[in-house]
């Protein structure tokens, strides 16, 4: 049974920093892209880092330099450090998991967790 289980989200002032974990279980992680998504009330869920096979990263322009997406192979974790937060970073963070070979069957998502950045 594949399970996504993130964590680590909470409420912080701006300028501040959380890091975010997702512990995947049922899958082979060596061999999955693992991408963190975010989605806030009344907009569409966007890609904000995601990490390949390879170790190779991509991030999206409003966080680079700011955020910073990792792999632990031994703990089967994936992790976003946010650094420097800002107000428009509030949303519900979600981590994917997406097997390269076989994209459209081998998709899985976790159940997301809050990320709340205010005064």
């Known amino acids: 049974q594949v399970q996504l289980v993130e964590s680590g989200g909470g409420l912080v002032q701006p300028g501040g920093s959380l890091r975010l974990s997702c512990a995947t279980s049922g899958i082979d992680f060596r061999i999955y892209a693992m991408t963190w998504y975010r989605q806030a009330p009344g907009k569409q869920r966007e890609l904000v880092a995601s990490?390949?096979?390879?170790?190779?990263?991509t991030y999206a322009d409003s966080v680079k330099g700011r955020f910073t997406i990792s792999r632990d192979v031994a703990k089967s974790t994936l992790y976003l450090q946010m650094n420097s937060l800002k107000p428009e970073d509030t949303a519900v963070y979600y981590c994917n998991a997406v097997r390269p070979a076989n994209p459209k069957i081998y998709d899985y998502w976790g159940q997301g967790t809050q990320v709340s950045v205010s005064s």
């Open positions: 990490i390949t096979t390879g170790a190779g990263t």
